[in-house]
């Protein structure tokens, strides 16, 4: 079957001298991985078109479980992402996150097109690393099912506190007062509290439309992290570099 669609490549691995072996995020069947025959040749339209980070028009050809890229038109390149080591390493932890938790043989639109989105604002400057971090780590896990629970403490029902602990493993909150022990949880004061409710509940639109503080982005970048962590029970190897980078 021959089809074509629109994808960004999230991990590239090259295999002889000439060929690469992508995964891409496409718009109509969300993670693929492809096999990219002479891609490595410098003069082929390909190579830069299934160069990581790449956003490409596919036409893409699958037998079975196999794709092969036929044809490659790269539609845009984030080329001042690529020479800021930071930034890179950054958004290499969301392909790690993307190649986890998208869909496979499905559409995958909303994940795409957030995808783009925070790349195209860290490239151009638009949001700081940490604000983007929080908002693309939560809504990737929302929008892959896994919906925290943030409207109240689960033990006293209140809404806010001055400070109110976010629980990973449960996805729920309990306030100041209920709490007696604040290990393995997130302590949010309520503006951080605000912001985490804000990337899960705000509108695609509005997402990246906040402010917070520097101690405030902290804490919300610490509850979406150790979210990720407890719920998918894993380690991510670029977050961890990116943390040793930025002494995080
Ligand atoms: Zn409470």
Known sequence: MKF?????????????????????????????????????????????????????????????????????KTLRIFSKLRHDVRKMCLVQYFCEIARHI??????????????????????????????????????????????PDLLMCRKCGAYSAPLVYFLP????LECCNCRRSSDKVAPLSEAALTALRHTVFAEDSKLFSFALSDE???????????YLRCQLDRDFQALNFYKTITNG
Do not use: H
């Open 102 to 147: 998208c869909p496979r043989e499905q559409p995958a639109d909303e994940f795409l097109r957030l995808f783009l989105n925070s790349v195209y604002l860290l490239s151009e400057n638009k949001r700081g690393e940490l604000l983007v971090k929080a908002c693309f780590e939560m809504r990737y896990m929302c929008m892959a099912g896994y919906k």
């Open 216 to 226: 405030g982005l902290r804490m919300l970048n610490n509850a979406t992290e150790l």
């Open 169 to 172: 493993r449960e996805g729920k």
């Open 4 to 72: 074509q669609t629109d994808g960004l490549i999230i991990r590239e691995q090259n295999i002889g001298e000439n060929d690469r072996l992508v995964w891409v995020l496409t718009r109509s069947n969300g993670v693929v991985k492809a096999f990219a025959r002479g891609a490595k040749k410098l003069d082929s339209a390909k190579c830069s078109a299934t160069s990581l980070l790449s956003y490409s028009r596919l036409t893409l050809y699958k037998s079975r479980e196999n794709y092969i890229v036929g044809d490659a």
